[in-house]
């Protein structure tokens, strides 16, 4: 869309994903499909850190990833609300939340993964959730390098595969999820405090 409406124009420089969402009407679609990758990733955040909780690994590393992965969601609204030709400065701070924090999430996971058991998808499971961790952190260095040197195609081409890989680690939880039977939300009621003398009922007596 950003390429028929002239906002840009791939044969003189390969654009940022940003830039292809920073003018109407792409920049609305742009917003909007952000927004709901947020909930997702919420969704997803949530849900692996519960499953992991139940498989009885009570870590503090287990609650860091589940911060990282509410930044990660956040970051990823700010940036689809806050676009760069509007509002550069938040819409970096965005970036940085969805790619730079997104990458720690995954290598938490991929630390949890030969944490907790079951290890779904044996052994294979690990050492492709490795791959893709490195290849997003290779992404994410090459693009920030070669932005400062001014390569901004070449950069630009590394923000889409680390987006691209970003999104395949998120797909491979599908390995983990498979096996889940059931999503509950359970709300406790706080115990009532006793600071009324209890009253017990009795038969009353007549006397005679």
Do not use: D
């Not at 940022?16 to 499909?33: A, D, L, W």
């Not at 499971?125 to 994410?140: D, E, K, Y």
């Not at 595969?161 to 096996?179: D, I, N, P």
């Not at 406790?188 to 003398?197: D, I, L, R």
Request: net charge positive; glycine share 10%.
């Amino acid at each position: 869309m950003a390429v028929a409406n002239g906002s840009v124009n791939i044969t003189v420089v390969f654009p940022y994903i940003s830039t292809c969402g920073s003018f109407p009407p792409q920049s609305c679609i742009f917003g909007q499909v952000l927004n709901l990758g947020a909930f997702v990733v919420v969704w997803i955040s949530v849900l692996k850190y519960q499953q992991v909780r139940e498989y009885g690994c009570h870590s503090a590393l287990n609650t860091t990833g589940l911060v990282l992965g509410l930044l990660c969601a956040l970051g990823a609204s700010i940036v689809g609300n806050f676009q760069q030709s509007n509002q550069l400065e938040t819409h970096l701070v965005g970036a940085f939340l969805a790619f730079a924090v997104g990458v720690g999430y995954f290598w938490v996971q991929a630390i949890l993964t030969y944490r907790v058991t079951p290890r779904h998808g044996g052994n294979w499971i690990g050492p492709i959730r490795i791959f893709l961790c490195a290849g997003s952190t290779t992404f994410l260095v090459a693009m920030v390098t070669l932005h400062m040197v001014g390569l901004r195609s070449v950069a630009a081409g590394c923000e889409w595969a680390l987006a691209m890989t970003l999104f395949l680690l998120f797909g491979l939880f599908a390995v983990e999820f498979r096996h889940v039977t059931g999503c509950s939300l359970r709300l406790q009621c706080p115990m009532p405090t006793h600071t009324h003398e209890l009253v017990t009922a009795s038969n009353p007596t007549l006397a005679l």
